[in-house]
């Protein structure tokens, strides 16, 4: 093997091997013990299985590695392996976004604390410790404020304290999430730490970044869908229905973010609030978006953000423009059921094969529970699509679920639905 042409990655999915295989790269995969698969193996020049997280297993791994064939670069898109990436990249001088940046940014109160110092007007913040916190916070910074993990992801165990009678029962929530992990969370998580912070009011996007040796494109603002009593993500669309006025400040308030956390090169996903006078940021990822994110911006702009984070270390990309040019639009919509349990899923590569269909990703089973909506792993499924603009796309993702897919589902009195796409609403930016 040739240690220059090496790159060791860090968990994920086996696309991310395929890219490196695709960009002429040998690769050394690290991936955990209940994540392995046969892809993984088939395409990785060398798997070793290993929990990443643990890094007092995970450095003697990375050390015979480097030993015995030697890498030129560590890369990680997934979360769990966003630290030990970095911390292997610091180790041997192999350049990139830091470890102490990464830490920051997954940390959610770690970045709250970073900004505080930095800006006098940023979100104010505290750790959870004791039930009291939740109404002195509340006299403090006023109603309705967030709570949520210092370091999970995908809304889970996020919650609005609306006023003091909220206190007891979200505290007797967050103690009961405290030290678990359920069968909603990813085995490679163990919630712990809770922060409370000042509700952000405004549009909520997510910015989709890539930075070039400190320089940094923002490719791509994602137009984000909620609702009201939960913090699940309902669709995404690409490029934001949003006027240039707002999306320059979106913009810059993401490149002053990125900098103030120390990011110098890689994919980013940061999430923000537009108000109408400031924008906030809520929290930021040293990795591409979920969510079919990734395949949005590649319909929409021709960016691929993941060849660009695996090419970049070893100088196979290009750097992008400043302000790459949207030249379609492109969404995902998810699923929801009614309470019951999923009896049948149809319809899959059907829903695949029609024109504009860029993913179906059902993740219900037959036999699976549909519970109300909380956090993002009670929805089904999503339906990912591409069309001539973005309000065209959320449009056709519609067409494609009632022409295609079918999700049933039985109430426990044997009462029988049909999944539907979430409703989105109306939008809260202007549509131009």
Not at 204 to 212: I, N
Not at 343 to 356: I, K, N
Not at 394 to 413: G, K, S
Request: aromatic share 6%.
């Amino acid at each position: 093997m040739n240690p220059d042409r090496t790159v060791l990655i860090v968990g994920g999915l086996p696309e991310t091997v395929r890219t490196a295989k695709e960009l002429g790269l040998e690769v050394l995969l690290l991936q955990h013990p209940d994540k392995v698969t046969a892809e993984q193996e088939s395409l990785a020049d060398v798997l070793v299985a290993v929990d990443f997280t643990d890094w007092a297993a995970t450095e003697p791994v990375v050390r015979r590695l480097h030993d015995e064939h030697g890498f030129a670069a560590a890369v990680s898109l997934t979360e769990p392996g966003l630290e030990p990436a970095a911390r292997v990249n610091d180790h041997y001088g192999l350049g990139g976004t830091g470890h102490e940046a990464t830490r920051r940014i997954r940390d959610k109160w770690a970045m709250r604390r970073h900004l505080a110092r930095l800006d006098p007007e940023a979100v104010q913040a505290r750790l959870l410790l004791h039930r009291g916190d939740l109404e002195a916070f509340g006299d403090e910074h006023g109603y309705p404020f967030i709570v949520k993990p210092t370091d999970a992801t995908a809304s889970i165990g996020v919650f609005k304290v609306d006023g003091p009678a909220d206190a007891e029962r979200i505290w007797q929530q967050v103690s009961a999430l405290r030290g678990t992990r359920t069968d909603r969370i990813s085995t490679m998580y163990v919630l712990q730490d809770f922060l409370m912070e000042q509700y952000v009011e405004g549009a909520e996007f997510s910015v989709e970044s890539f930075s070039f040796a400190g320089r940094h494109v923002i490719v791509a603002i994602t137009e984000k869908f909620t609702a009201e009593g939960h913090f699940a993500e309902l669709g995404h669309a690409v490029p934001a229905r949003v006027g240039e006025e707002v999306a320059e400040r979106v913009r810059a308030a993401v490149a002053r973010f990125l900098d103030h956390m120390g990011v110098t090169d890689g994919v980013c996903h940061t999430e923000v609030r537009a108000g109408e006078h400031a924008v906030r940021v809520i929290e930021g990822h040293t990795r591409w978006g979920g969510d079919a994110i990734p395949e949005l911006v590649l319909a929409a702009y021709g960016v691929d953000l993941g060849r660009l984070a695996v090419g970049w270390p070893f100088r196979l990309v290009e750097e992008l423009p400043d302000r790459p040019a949207p030249h379609a639009g492109a969404s995902s919509r998810f699923l929801v059921g009614a309470h019951g349990r999923v009896t049948a899923v149809e319809g899959v590569e059907q829903a695949r094969a029609l024109p504009g269909v860029l993913a179906v990703k059902i993740t219900a089973k037959p036999g699976d529970p549909v519970r109300p909506l909380r956090d993002n792993w009670d929805r089904l499924g999503l339906v990912a699509v591409t069309a001539a603009d973005a309000s065209a796309a959320i449009e056709l993702a519609e067409q494609v679920t009632t022409t295609a897919l079918r999700i049933t589902v039985e109430d426990e009195y044997g009462r029988v639905s049909t999944a539907r796409l979430a409703e989105l609403g109306p939008s809260l930016v202007e549509a131009p």
